[in-house]
């Protein structure tokens, strides 16, 4: 399950530094459920409520006449038994898979853990496992920290671990954080050592540990949450357990009518082909499940594009390593955008069969079909140009003794991480090693995991040996990204000269966008005003939002009008949101009407997704933007109903109290929430601020420093930190504060500016002169330069 993470408060971006004497709201009212990204095919997430299964629809009648070419009518759900009798050989596939038993009713027959009155102990709680017939029940502190009985309504996946979904009333399920391992046959907690009680988000308990949100739409098929905001209840229902075949293939009442009449029904009355010549349609069929991403609603619908229905994550430095690498929990999705199979055409059924989720050749046979002596491809559709003809399958190519570790291509080219305490993923990417390359960035490499210390010491000069070339190379990706995020000499030339390139993967040109930011200039407008164009929805979405980062609202508005009329929904969402400010002021012009129907889907995002904090956060901003106050409020403490720990809504409720006159009630609620939070850094920097506009300055920077001290990583709090300290008389200790900042985060721009200010109002100019230089050295065209 994806950790937790809570927003951060963000000052103004139109302004240098943040004004303590207005007020200013903690969250974007574009935040994307960013923070909940992490869903995907997960085998240790919680899930829905004890869900009934939806009525399941009769095939339709043979018609008296054929059909045209697109079906009459939407295609609806089957009892998928009915495909069995036509398919059995991918039925036959399809029967024990991973797909077929992602999820199933807690039974004697499907249950792998051992519940015969176990007792397992971990993170200062004590579980126990026990059955009261058929039944099975686990004992172990609830939401509120006190022992008693749940009971196991389901079970997620078969191996190498099964999760167990709890049943908590209002239609909930939550996944225990305690698993067993079907390898071992043990216990074992999923967090080890991360201190996970009670009170911790990641606690079974708690909110992102949801499974009607987070996890069961990729353990069955046909799925709906179901959530009503009103009871704060959930009616989830599904089609099916398991990954089924409408998972992929979508609704199939319209494929059994064409298959009574054989009617010239559109991809047989699906709609789509997953065999369709582009391989996009298959690889985003599966993205739906296998990739780090943000719902954009309830479910799916087949045949759109998958940012139609979801936010897929970039390569951010979270989630990936620097190379691109998985970090984090990503699935699959986002490491094989980047490599050359996606480039070259393959798909995910090139190499695994998606019925019975195997393989479909043994060891490295599966990559022998492009990567032979031959040097030529057996795989249709996949462009074999470039292949060289070579063995291999031989000691000559890797380097090991064959049948040993490391004579396995995915050895070297697909290194593996543990996830859950026990699964191992494989890195999709399909890297090359380099482990000098990978020392000086700092990123995993597959010889320097195997060979460490010393031997690691030998086999980077082996290596260099092995690899040694003459011929100039271009700037790779990773490098210039170490510059970037490094905030080094040169990385703004890096980055531009990144975005200039034409093969650059979509996802890192995405990843790229994202940063471009840190370093503003005319040339940065232009490349990110130029992948507005990108056939890439991915990337012209990561467009909008650096332009956004650039410019203030009238200034972007003629730039990202157009994309209102964007195909894809995530690009047009985020191009509404955005650019609420100027249509409030009538200043849309004749893109008016496309921006209402756009803010309207965006709004309705997030009405479907009003079971997150974060969604009714959303709303909350959008309603105050838009003029509706009377429903602010409302859905302010609807976000604390959802999670009391969801800290963004909690400011940003005291601030809109406030704000309307009600300041005492403010105080009360932010005292009361620190009483019981002392360690929350926002409720620090905020009561910070509040006591700011008080006029309270000393008492103020006691809860400042404590913030800072708690999230030394978080830019924003060290900043106002300095600037408070500026404000207060105190410039030495604001130099050190910002010294401290920019050490960490070199290409912090109000940092730097701020600190050269101080030094030259405090007559360190040789300081300033340095930092200056530098600043030149990263970003020559920044315009605060001029």
Request: hydrophobic share 35%; with cysteine.
């Amino acid at each position: 399950m994806p950790k937790h993470k809570n927003k951060t408060v963000q000052p103004d971006p139109d302004s240098s530094r943040p004004s303590f004497s207005r007020l200013f709201f903690p969250v974007a009212i574009g935040v994307l459920l960013a923070a909940v990204a992490g869903i995907g095919w997960v085998l240790l997430s919680p899930a829905p409520a004890p869900a009934r299964p939806v009525p399941v629809a009769a095939p339709v009648a043979a018609p008296a006449k054929p059909q045209p070419a697109v079906a009459s009518k939407p295609a609806t759900l089957v009892d998928e038994q009915q495909c069995q009798a036509c398919h059995t050989e991918q039925v036959k596939d399809w029967q024990g898979s991973h797909h077929q038993l992602a999820m199933q009713a807690a039974t004697a027959e499907t249950t792998l853990g051992d519940f015969n009155n176990i007792t397992f102990k971990a993170q200062n709680e004590t579980t126990r496992f026990s059955r009261k017939g058929d039944e099975f029940w686990v004992n172990t502190p609830g939401i509120d920290g006190r022992n008693a009985d749940f009971k196991v309504a389901y079970t997620f996946g078969i191996a190498p671990l099964q999760q167990y979904l709890i049943e908590v009333g209002e239609g909930r399920l939550q996944a225990l954080g305690v698993a067993w391992d079907t390898e071992q046959h043990r216990w074992f907690h999923l967090y080890p050592g991360q201190g996970v009680n009670f009170k911790n988000p990641l606690h079974w308990s708690k909110p992102s540990q949801n499974a009607n949100f987070m996890c069961v739409e990729c353990h069955t098929t046909g799925f709906k949450r179901n959530f009503d905001a009103v009871s704060n209840t959930f009616n989830s229902q599904w089609n099916s357990l398991g990954v089924g075949c409408q998972a992929c293939h979508g609704p199939a009442s319209n494929h059994l009518q064409w298959e009574q009449n054989k009617d010239d029904l559109i991809h047989k009355g699906f709609a789509v082909d997953l065999k369709d010549n582009n391989a996009t349609v298959e690889i985003e069929t599966c993205a739906r499940c296998h990739a780090r991403r943000a719902p954009l609603g309830d479910g799916y619908t087949v045949g759109k594009r998958l940012m139609d229905d979801y936010l897929p994550s970039t390569l951010t430095r979270e989630l990936y390593a620097l190379d691109g690498k998985i970090k984090d929990e990503v699935f699959e999705h986002g490491s094989f955008l980047q490599s050359k199979m996606f480039d070259k055409g393959v798909r995910c059924s090139n190499c695994h069969n998606p019925h019975s989720t195997e393989l479909k050749a043994p060891g490295n046979a599966v990559c022998l079909q492009c990567h032979n002596s031959a040097g030529k491809t057996s795989v249709a559709g996949v462009d074999g140009k470039g292949l060289l003809a070579k063995n291999y399958d031989s000691v000559e190519h890797t380097r090991h003794t064959m049948g040993q570790p490391g004579s396995q291509c995915i050895d070297c080219h697909m290194p593996g991480k543990l996830y859950m305490g026990n699964d191992l993923r494989h890195d999709h990417s399909f890297s090359i090693p380099n482990p000098e390359r990978a020392q000086k960035l700092g990123t995993p490499d597959a010889c320097l995991t195997c060979h460490q210390g010393k031997a690691g010491d030998k086999v980077t000069a082996q290596f260099k040996l092995w690899s040694a070339s003459t011929a100039p190379q271009a700037p790779r990706y990773d490098e210039s990204l170490w510059l970037i995020r490094n905030g080094q000499p040169g990385a703004a030339n890096a980055l531009y000269e990144q975005l200039q390139r034409s093969n650059l993967p979509a996802i890192q040109r995405a990843t790229l966008l994202a940063e471009l930011p840190l370093y503003p200039s005319e040339q940065a407008l232009k490349l990110a005003t130029q992948d507005l164009q990108s056939p890439e929805p991915q990337v012209r979405e990561s467009a909008v939002r650096a332009i956004s980062a650039f410019l203030p609202p009238p200034e972007r508005a003629p730039l990202l009008t157009p994309l209102l009329n964007d195909p894809v929904k995530a690009v047009r969402i985020v191009v509404a949101r955005d650019l609420l400010s100027v249509a409030h002021n009538n200043g849309l012009g004749s893109a008016q009407a496309n921006w209402d129907a756009a803010i309207a889907e965006y709004e309705a995002v997030q009405q479907s997704l009003l079971e997150r904090a974060e969604a009714n956060l959303n709303l909350a901003m959008l309603y105050q933007a838009s003029g509706r106050s009377g429903e602010v409020e409302g859905l302010l403490r609807s976000a604390l109903q959802r999670d009391p720990d969801f800290y963004p809504a909690l400011v940003t409720l005291m601030q809109w109290l406030e704000a309307n006159g009600r300041g005492p009630e403010a105080q009360t609620l932010l005292n009361d929430s620190l009483k019981a939070h002392p360690d929350a850094a926002l409720l620090q920097h905020t009561r910070g601020l509040s006591l700011i506009r008080a006029g309270k300055t000393a008492e103020a920077m006691t809860a400042l420093h404590k913030a800072a001290h708690l999230e030394p990583q978080n830019a924003q709090y060290g900043y106002v930190l300095a600037v408070a300290l500026h404000d207060s008389g105190k410039v030495d200790e604001a130099c050190e504060v910002l010294e401290r900042l920019l050490k960490v985060q070199p290409a912090n721009h109000n940092a730097r500016l701020s600190l050269i200010q101080y030094y030259l109002e405090n007559g360190q100019e040789p300081k300033a002169q340095v930092l200056l230089q530098g600043w030149k050295r990263m970003n020559m065209g920044d315009p605060a330069l001029k």
